[in-house]
């Protein structure tokens, strides 16, 4: 059975950083590439970040250079370095992979940056 783990959100002040996690198992983690997803009350889900299964990675405008998407393949985790958050960043932030026609998530983890 696929799942995705999500850990590491919490509450930061603006300019800290955090760093999420996300643990796969039920799939050859190696084999898919991977992505983050975040999403606020009354938005669509926006993608934030995604890495491919050589390492090659890509990211919203609003995050470059300040989020960094990594992948540990024998750990099979997927991680967001976030670094300088800012109020905006703030959402629920989701792991994904697309595998055989379909979506899959985990369960998302908070991220709120307040003073």
């Known amino acids: 059975q696929l799942q995705l783990v999500e850990s590491g959100g919490g509450l930061v002040q603006p300019g800290g950083s955090l760093r999420l996690s996300c643990a796969a198992s039920g799939f050859t983690f190696s084999m898919y590439p991977m992505r983050w997803y975040r999403q606020v009350p009354g938005k669509e889900r926006e993608l934030v970040a995604g890495?491919?299964?050589?390492?090659?990675?890509n990211y919203v405008d609003s995050v470059k250079g300040r989020f960094t998407i990594s992948r540990d393949n024998v750990k099979n985790t997927v991680y967001l370095q976030m670094n300088s958050l800012k109020f905006e960043d703030t959402a629920v932030y989701y792991c994904?992979?697309?595998?055989?026609?379909?979506?899959?998530w985990g369960q998302g983890t908070q991220v709120t940056v307040s003073s």
């Open positions: 890495i491919s299964t050589r390492g090659i990675t």
């Open positions: 994904n992979v697309y595998r055989l026609d379909s979506d899959y």
